[in-house]
């Protein structure tokens, strides 16, 4: 090694330090002490700085992959190799079942996409794992909703103009207490104009306490429901055919600051009846009005209450020429601290701590009630209301039955008339208020039943054909089960 040039630049190096604010590099030296003998130098250099930074980059990205990776490794074997649950007591359903594979089925996506559904909903501790989203993650997102739309859409807020396709189907929640304290019970309080700020989630208001989904309209969808019921006539010229199709809460008790958040079931109603031909239309929504000072539909679910049942079926009674009885006339029974399918929905604190009343009516009448699977197969004996003992007061509307069925019910009244109701949901707490109308009624989902209509009809030798049906059902994905089921 060359000292002469080591000396040089070591003086060189002396001389800039002087000359700079620049703390000069710490250096290790070892050297002999005799003059004149090499000194090894080293440095530690940015080159090793930048190596060492990332060597502990890759350790953490290591980590973190091994950490991501015990995740999903334990979040599969949660979902996958744990008992699948086959019923939502929580919900009153049976949880979705594992598909049965086709070819079809797997080529247009519905073998897979049904495998996605059935561990969605069938995982391990699902009600616990619902209630800790409640209780713990869904208070972290809540959006009030003010009178400055802009708020929650932004500049660009329009009205809900998305045509609803799908109805939403009976289920139930089981409620737990979040306070210590009493919670005050509503049967029935006139809703307030002047309501302060709402929720608003899953295209559901809550507002004085009350959930409200928000009606997206029909767009051309009540025509179509009118052309299916048309044509039940045409095939039935024999038969007595209605509609009824049934007002929701957002009708009645949607604040005036709320209005352009959903659109006029009323509307879409008067254009229904224009379009009905030979067919008789049952006006459910304006005896709905002069009673909605009165508990006819939930506050914490999106069923109307049987109050409301019993004005609507005294309207269709009416129109059918069948006598109807008066409410004093059934036996009223209270079921407290109700929590419905709102909830659930939208997991709000608001309805989960403000419960309400259900309120039903069971009639004095003898019935015999046979109930049959949706092929009209399988007769059993049955009971016209269910026992709520064992149920969570989250599903106090099961108390009407499930869905899944078709009920025969024969009364004392001895008309020789008989009915058949295709229905939705809404349509159950109908058939407790009609048992002194009709001598035969049968119950009938349009979502589930698995027969030609017409031959079935003609069959149990109806005389009147009644559709019953809320509005999301009628303009909704499910006017086309009306349709199917009058082809099969």
């Known amino acids: ?111 897979t996409e049904g495998v996605a559904d059935y561990f969605d909903d ?69 809703e307030e104009d002047n309501a302060g700020d709402g929720e608003l989630t899953n295209n559901i208001l809550i507002v004085n306490k009350r959930g409200i989904n928000l009606y997206g309209g029909a767009w051309g969808g009540e025509q179509e429901y009118a052309s299916y019921v048309n044509a039940y006539k045409e095939a039935l010229p024999d038969i007595n055919v209605y509609s009824m199709v049934l007002p929701t809460a957002s009708s009645f008790y949607l604040p005036d600051k709320y209005k352009d958040l959903s659109q006029s079931e009323k509307a879409d109603f008067d254009s229904l009846e224009a379009s009905l031909r030979n067919v008789l ?75 309400e009343d259900f309120v039903y009516y069971k009639p004095k009448t003898n019935v015999t009630v046979t109930q049959y699977d949706t092929r009209f197969a399988n007769p059993v004996a049955a009971s016209l209301l269910f026992d709520t003992s064992q149920m969570p007061n989250s599903g106090y509307y099961m108390v009407f039955g499930a869905d899944e069925r078709i009920v025969h019910v024969n009364t004392e009244c001895k008309n020789g008339r008989t009915l058949v109701i295709f229905k939705d949901s809404y349509g159950n707490a109908l058939l407790p208020m009609l048992t002194s109308s009709f001598e035969n009624i049968y119950l009938c989902d349009i979502r589930y039943f698995e027969l030609n209509a017409p031959e079935f009809i003609r069959s149990v030798q109806a005389t009147d054909l009644l559709f019953a049906m809320c509005s999301f059902s009628a303009v909704g994905g499910n006017k086309y089960s009306i349709y199917n089921n009058l082809i099969r």
């Not at 809900?160 to 409620?175: G, I, L, Q």
């Open 281 to 355: 239309p049952v006006d459910a929504y304006n005896i709905l009005e002069a009673h909605k000072d009165e508990p006819i539909y939930s506050r914490t679910d999106h069923h109307w209450q049987p109050l409301g049942a019993y004005y609507a079926a005294k309207q269709f009674a009416l129109t059918a020429g069948v006598p109807f009885p008066e409410l004093s006339e059934y036996e009223k029974v209270t079921l407290p601290n109700y929590v419905g399918t709102l909830y659930m929905y939208t997991q709000s604190a608001t309805l989960l701590n403000n419960p």
């Open 122 to 190: 069938t995982v391990h501790n699902r009600t616990d794992i619902k209630q800790f989203i409640a209780d713990m993650i869904m208070p972290l997102k809540g959006m009030k909703y003010g009178g400055d739309k802009a708020e929650l859409f932004g500049s660009g807020f329009e009205k809900n103009t998305s045509p609803v396709v799908t109805a939403v189907t009976t289920s139930r929640v089981t409620t737990t207490a979040v306070t210590t304290e009493p919670q005050e019970v509503t049967t029935a309080a006139p």
């Open 1 to 111: 090694m060359n000292t002469n040039k080591l000396s040089g630049a070591a003086e060189k190096d002396k001389n800039n330090t002087a000359d700079t604010c620049r703390p000069e590099p710490a250096i290790s030296i070892e050297a002999s002490d005799r003059k004149g003998t090499a000194i090894d130098i080293p440095i530690k250099n940015k080159k090793t700085k930048k190596q060492r930074r990332k060597k502990t980059m890759n350790s953490i990205a290591l980590a973190n992959i091994m950490l991501l990776g015990a995740v999903f490794a334990g979040g599969f074997v949660y979902v996958t190799l744990l008992p699948h649950e086959t019923r939502a007591d929580d919900e009153n359903r049976y949880l979705a079942k594992f598909p049965r594979f086709s070819a079809k089925a797997y080529a247009s996506g519905e073998f």
